[in-house]
C-alpha cells in the first residue's frame, strides 16, 4: 500500500485543474478525452507535473479519477472513491455532475447565507467573506488569470522556504484556502438530474477528499476493498461503519481562563491562556492524526477549542483512541487539578451517512449526543479515580500570583512569583504581542504545550526534525512560504509592544475628556463585551447541509468572520480593546467603556451583512465595571448579561447599562437620542433619567409615576432656552413608548460628561 500522505496529496490537489483551465492557462499538448476523462483533469496533470514533480510516481492517482476501470490501480480508485464520497453523490449521479458545465471562467461562487449573492473571484480576506449583489460585467478580464499568477507566486515562496514541492502539507493546504475559497467547485449545469448549484467551494472539495482519501488508504486491506468495490461494481451495497468521526471538545474553558487571575496580572495572563487553549486542541489534533497513521490532511476542522477529525475505523485505532483519551484525562487532572480538560468523543459512519439525502445532518446529531455524553462523564470517574497532587510546602507566601495553586518562582521580567505553568501563558501572550513566527517542535523550550510537545517563537523560520508544524503568525498579508495561523488576536500595546494593562485601558475611556494629560471630564471604567450568535442549533437543522464540504465551508467562514475579521476591526479602529476569546460562533471582548459599546454596534452591524438572508442573529451582554474588580466576576457578570439579552423574544437584542433592548430598537432609539446632544449638563440628563424610571414605573401600574409629563415640560419651560423646544415632543414620545431604551441612550451621555 502506498504511503497516506501521498495518497492524500494527490486528493488534494486532484482537481487543481480547474482552477489551472479557468485562468486560460494554455495546454501543452491536445487534449483527449481518453486518456483524461474531462479537459480539467488534462490540465490537472499538467499542473502537476510543471509545479508538484516531487509526487511523481502519484500524478496518475490525481488525474485518473475520471477514467477509473475495473483494472485500474487500487490508488486510482482511492482518490476516484474519495472524489464521489466529497461530492456527496450517489455512483449514477456524479458523471452527469461533471458534464455540460456552463460558464465557468464567470460564474462566482453562491453566499453560504443568501444564494442571489455571489462572492468576488479572489483570495480568502477580511473583505471578500462578504458576499454581494455584484455580477461580473460583459466583457470583462478574465478575473481567474491574476487570482492564478498569485496563486503561482506564492507557491514558488513555498518551495524557497521548504526545499520541496510540497513537503509541508499544511503551508500547501494554506494556499488552496486562500486561493479557492471563493472558486466554485463546479458550476451548473443541464442534464436530466436537478441542476447543483454554484455553492461549494474549491477548497472545500478538495480538503474533503484529501480527508476520504488519507482514511480510506488507511483502512485494512479488505475494508479498503469493500469501499473501492462499491464504486468499482455497480451491484455492491455502501460498507458499513468504515470511518469514524472523531470530536474533541475542550470543556471548562471560562473556568480555565478566568478562575483565580489577579487582577492586576489579567492581561498579561489572559490573553496567553486564551491564546493556549487554542494551541494546545491544535496540538492534540496534530498527535491523533500522527499517531493513527493519517497526517495533518486528515483534521477536518480546529477552532475556538474543538476539533473534528476522520479516521479509518480500525481496531487498532480505536485502541490507540482509548489509550490517549485515558492519557488526556490524566494529564488534566495532574496539571489543571480537574478544572479544564478535553474530551474526546467519536461515532462510526459510512458512505451512506455523506451521500444519503438527509444523512449526514444525522451523522452529525449523533456525534452531538455522544459529545453530550462524554461532558456528563468527565475523566471518565465512574471508571477511575485519581489523587491530585497539591504541591508540599505551598502557602500563602510562595504561592504563584496568578493561580493561586502552585509554588511561584522568582523570574527576571516578572514582579511577582508565578509557577511554571502561569509563566508559559505569560511568555505566549508576549510573544503574541509582536508575533512573528511560532513553532509546534519535540524540542524542548520553556513552553510545555503538551507531553512531549513544545512550543516556541524564533524570529527566522526553521523547520528540522524535531519540528511539528511552524506558522506564520505576523500580523499582514505576505505569504512568507509557511501557513498563517491568525492566533494573535488584537490586544492593545504601549508604545513599546507591551501588552497594557487593564487599569491603563479604563484610564482610555472617553479621549476627549482628557485635555494634556489630565481627565476633566468622563468616566474611567472597563467594558466587557460578550455575545455570540443566536439561534444557531434551529439553522443548521433548517438548513441541513446534504454535503460534507458545504457544512465545512460553513463553519469555517463563520470561525473566520470572529477569529480574523473582528480582530482585524478592533485593530483598524478600535485600538483600546483586548480579545479575551474570538472564533468559533461567539466573542469576549474588554476595552475602554465607550469603544467598546462602538466595537459591538459595528460587530452586529457588520454581522448581520455578513450572515443577511441566514435569519442568524448577534446578541450581545454588556458590564461596565471598574478595572479592579476580579476578572472572573467580570466574566459570570458578562455571561449573566448575556444569558439577560438571550431571554429577549427572538433574541438579536443588546443588554447595556442595566437594560435589555432590541438591537434594531437600539439603533433607532440612538438616532432619535441625537436631541440630547444640544444639552451638555449632566443634571440634565440626571433629571430625564428620574422622568425616565417614572415612566417606566407608570408603565408597571403606578399612578405617581405618570407625574413625568407635567415635570418635564415646567422642566423645559423653567431652565430650556426656547430654541430647543421642539426637542421637548421628541423627549416626551422617547420616555413615554421607550422609558427602558432612553435609559440606554441617558447613561451613555452621562457617563461621557460627568465629571472625573
Known amino acids: 500500500m502506498k504511503e497516506v500522505k501521498k495518497i492524500a496529496l ?33 490540465y490537472t496533470a499538467q499542473v502537476l507535473q510543471d509545479y508538484f514533480n516531487d509526487i511523481e510516481g502519484y500524478h496518475q492517482y490525481a488525474f485518473e479519477h475520471h477514467i477509473v476501470g475495473p483494472t485500474s490501480d487500487e490508488e486510482s480508485w482511492i482518490v476516484a472513491a474519495a472524489d464521489r464520497l466529497a461530492s456527496g453523490f450517489e455512483r ?97 449545469f443541464k442534464g436530466k438530474y436537478k441542476p447543483f448549484k454554484a455553492n461549494i467551494p474549491l477548497y472545500d472539495h478538495l480538503h474533503a477528499t484529501a480527508l476520504f482519501a488519507a482514511a480510506i488508504a488507511a483502512l485494512s486491506p479488505a475494508r479498503r476493498k469493500e469501499v473501492i468495490e462499491y464504486y468499482r461494481f455497480k451491484d455492491k451495497e455502501p460498507p458499513k461503519g468504515s470511518f469514524l468521526l472523531l470530536n474533541g471538545d475542550f470543556f471548562g474553558i471560562q473556568q480555565f481562563i478566568f478562575n483565580d487571575i489577579e487582577t492586576k496580572a489579567a492581561a498579561k495572563v ?161 510573544h503574541l504581542a509582536k508575533p512573528n513566527f511560532m513553532r509546534i517542535s519535540y524540542q524542548k523550550s520553556d513552553i510545555e504545550i503538551f507531553e512531549g510537545y513544545y512550543l516556541d517563537f524564533p524570529q527566522k523560520a526553521h523547520i528540522d526534525d524535531m519540528s511539528v508544524a511552524l506558522y506564520d503568525i505576523a500580523i499582514d498579508e505576505e505569504f512568507r512560504g509557511y501557513p498563517k495561523w491568525e492566533i494573535g488576536a488584537y490586544v492593545a500595546t504601549d508604545e513599546n509592544g507591551a501588552i497594557v494593562t487593564f487599569e491603563e485601558l479604563a484610564k482610555r475611556s472617553v479621549k476627549e475628556g482628557i485635555k494634556e494629560g489630565k481627565r476633566e471630564f468622563g468616566v474611567e471604567a472597563l467594558m466587557s463585551l460578550k455575545g455570540d450568535v443566536d439561534n444557531m442549533g434551529n439553522f443548521l437543522r433548517k438548513q441541513s447541509f446534504g454535503s460534507f464540504a458545504k457544512y465545512n465551508f460553513f463553519s469555517r467562514l463563520m470561525d473566520y468572520f470572529f477569529s480574523v475579521y473582528v480582530p482585524h476591526l478592533m485593530r483598524k479602529k478600535y485600538p483600546n480593546t483586548y480579545t479575551v476569546f474570538a472564533g468559533g460562533d461567539d ?17 452586529r452591524r457588520d454581522f448581520m451583512r455578513f450572515a443577511q438572508g441566514s435569519g442568524l442573529s448577534f446578541s450581545v451582554g454588556m458590564v461596565m465595571s471598574k478595572p479592579t474588580k476580579p476578572i472572573s466576576f467580570i466574566a459570570e457578570w458578562s455571561e449573566k448579561a448575556l444569558e439577560n439579552a438571550k431571554e429577549m423574544s427572538g433574541k438579536d437584542a443588546i443588554f447595556l447599562f442595566g437594560e435589555t433592548i432590541k438591537w434594531d430598537e437600539y439603533f433607532q432609539e440612538e438616532q432619535e437620542c441625537g436631541v440630547l446632544d444640544h444639552y451638555q449638563t449632566t443634571a440634565f440628563f440626571y433629571r430625564l433619567l428620574e422622568l425616565s424610571d417614572m415612566s417606566k414605573r407608570a408603565w408597571q401600574g403606578d399612578p405617581q409615576g405618570t407625574m413625568w409629563k407635567s415635570k418635564l415640560r415646567y422642566m423645559f419651560a423653567r431652565n430650556i432656552d426656547p430654541k430647543f423646544m421642539g426637542d421637548l415632543a421628541v423627549l416626551d414620545k422617547l420616555i413615554e413608548r421607550h422609558p427602558q431604551k432612553m435609559r440606554v441612550c441617558l447613561s451613555e451621555h452621562i457617563y461621557k460628561r460627568r465629571k472625573a
Not at 479572489?122 to 473583505?127: E, I, K, R, S, W
Not at 466573542?587 to 460587530?603: N, Q, R
Open 10 to 42: 494527490a486528493a488534494l490537489l486532484h482537481d487543481i485543474g480547474k482552477f489551472a483551465q479557468r485562468a486560460d492557462i494554455p495546454l501543452r499538448e491536445p487534449f483527449q478525452k481518453g486518456e483524461y476523462g474531462y479537459k480539467h483533469s488534462a
Open 587 to 603: 466573542l469576549f471582548v474588554l476595552g475602554a467603556w465607550d469603544e467598546t459599546i462602538e466595537l459591538a454596534k459595528e460587530v
Open 270 to 430: 489572559l490573553r496567553g491562556k486564551s491564546a493556549f487553549v487554542q494551541i494546545l486542541s491544535r496540538t492534540i489534533a496534530l498527535h491523533i492524526v500522527k499517531e493513527t497513521g493519517m497526517g495533518p490532511l486528515g483534521i477536518i476542522s480546529e477552532a475556538a477549542g474543538k476539533f473534528e477529525i476522520l479516521l479509518p475505523n480500525e481496531p487498532a485505532v480505536v485502541q490507540k483512541l482509548h489509550r490517549l483519551k485515558q492519557k488526556l484525562d490524566s494529564y488534566f487532572v495532574r496539571s489543571f487539578f480537574g478544572e479544564t480538560g478535553v474530551g474526546l468523543s467519536w461515532i462510526e459512519c459510512g458512505i451512506e451517512d455523506f451521500i444519503k439525502k438527509g444523512a449526514y445532518q444525522k451523522l452529525r446529531d449523533r456525534l452531538a449526543e455522544e459529545v453530550e455524553k462524554v461532558k456528563l462523564r468527565k475523566f471518565s470517574l465512574h471508571e477511575r479515580s485519581y489523587d491530585i497532587a497539591w504541591e508540599k510546602g505551598l502557602s500563602n507566601a510562595n504561592q504563584c500570583f496568578a493561580c493561586k495553586k502552585r509554588i511561584g518562582k522568582k523570574r527576571h521580567d516578572v514582579e511577582k512569583l508565578v509557577c511554571d505553568s502561569c509563566y508559559r501563558y505569560i511568555l505566549i501572550g508576549k
Open 92 to 188: 449514477e449521479e456524479f458523471e452527469e455532475y461533471n458534464t455540460q458545465q456552463e460558464d465557468f471562467r464567470r460564474q462566482r461562487l453562491m453566499g453560504i447565507f443568501d444564494e442571489s449573492k455571489r462572492h468576488a473571484i479572489a483570495p480568502l480576506g477580511v473583505d471578500t467573506i462578504f458576499a454581494t449583489d455584484q455580477k461580473p460585467k460583459e466583457n470583462e478580464e478574465n478575473e481567474y488569470k491574476s487570482l492564478w499568477d498569485g496563486f503561482v507566486g506564492e507557491l514558488e515562496k513555498l518551495y524557497n522556504a521548504s526545499g520541496t514541492q510540497s513537503t509541508d502539507l499544511l503551508a500547501l493546504e494554506y494556499l488552496l484556502k486562500k486561493y479557492t475559497s471563493f472558486i466554485p467547485s463546479a458550476t451548473t
